[in-house]
């Protein structure tokens, strides 16, 4: 019932009488059409203690479609992905059955990753219907795994309002989520009959506010079914022509919600800042899940690799919570031959379980990323996880990747 209530709200607005000026010719909105193209080849390579044998993964994606323009207020955008393995399949996909192997969790799959209309005929208003990217605030709730080949998108209905100066409300509604692992893997997607909420105020120069309630119930993953109450704060100044600051603090409650049957209530808390003088910046970040020995709060749309690491030692919050206390320093290098924009970083944590105060252990990640002016960028990437006496196995990830974008 409640996914024919949010279908039919969706179906009520888009049979609105078009209030905006929009292109009301179909060859008009066709010769607008723009092709989407997004191709990226990886080597990845994974030493993790536990497995007898590295894994090593070399993947192609292609992923490939068209958005036209608009014809009274309408547009569609239609995209394919293709995740190919070159070579032999020495590691772990998640869905290939090498279980000797580390995990690389990009399976070959031929998938469609968006099919969308949107209308945006309504003032200050935008309508996305169908499968689709969803990316809010800074990711750590909902977003779309952009690091793996295979992103995650959702079948949904999502509505964006601007009505008021300075806000943005932002309500989706979630029937299913194809996650990374591919449509042919038994966790490839969840059965969602979820519900998000998102609200922002951007009136102050520098500063976004922002509140949210996140009500997810899977129907075939009640363990990772919750609502998430919470609210974030993000500023970014300019002291002078070298200098500038930024800083973000976010807290969240979690409780059990819909099919899961557990009972838990888990706090999220973090805080981040950073300086910039001219091509150097760096940063300190502190950051807690709590766990109440049963259960970690968890966040299963987030884009998990983008916190907690780039080895991905805690994809899963651990049922003790985890504090994660990281420190960064990029800097960008000066551009050079063909070479647009060249920039390096390093970042470093170190993670207790919030309930005990363990050591889970620490973690070095470091990036050096090169753009060409043809939209060619090349990126080498490493992690190495120490996982100590108490923490996940200890790890080590190097990538190499090449991607092109239009």
Known sequence: MTRQIAMGALAGLCALPVVAAHADDLGAALAETKPLIDLRARAEFVDQDGFANDARAYTLRERLGFETGSFYGFSLLAEIESVQALGPEDFNSTANGRAAYPVIADPEASELNRLQLTYEGIPDTKIVAGRQRIILDDARFVGNVGWRQNEQTFDAALVT?????????????IEEVHRIFSDKSPIGNFDSDSHLINLGYSGIEGLTLTGFAYLLDFDNAAGASSETYGARA???????????????????RQNEYGSNPASF????????????????????????????????????????????????????TPVDGIEDLSASLNYALPAFGPFTKITSGIVFHDFEAERTGASLGD?????LSAALDNGIKLTAKYASFDGGSAGPADREKLWFQVAYAY
């Open 265 to 316: 209530s888990l706090d999220y808390y973090s805080v981040d800042a950073g300086a910039s003088y001219g091509p150097l910046s760096f940063g300190a970040g502190y950051e807690v899940l709590e766990g109440d020995g049963t259960t970690g709060f968890s966040t299963p749309l987030a884009t998990l690799h983008k916190f907690q690491g780039w080895a991905d030692a805690f994809l899963t």
């Open 363 to 367: 973690e070095v990640d470091a990036v």
């Open 161 to 173: 309002n601007r009505s008021l100066p300075g806000v943005t409300a932002t309500y989706a509604y």
């Open 234 to 252: 993000a500023y970014k100044t300019a002291l002078n022509e070298d200098w500038s600051l930024k800083g973000a603090a976010s807290y969240a």
